[in-house]
């Protein structure tokens, strides 16, 4: 409470700016696109299998 509030960015804006909040989300990207290629990986193996 007795921090100084300029400390803590309170506009959106600036928190996009932010490279620590960029590198976020550019991880958080690529984890969902990692995702992504292992739920069809396992999907296709579990057809694969399945109707073979």
């Excluded at 928190?15 to 958080?28: F, H, M, S, T, W």
Aim: avoid cysteine; charge should be positive.
């Amino acid at each position: 409470m007795t921090e100084p509030k300029n400390t803590q960015p309170s506009l959106p804006e600036d928190e996009r700016k932010n490279p620590v909040y960029r590198l976020g989300q550019a991880v958080a990207g690529f984890m969902l696109i990692v995702w992504a290629g292992v739920l069809a990986l396992v999907f296709y193996l579990v057809f694969r299998f399945w109707f073979s």
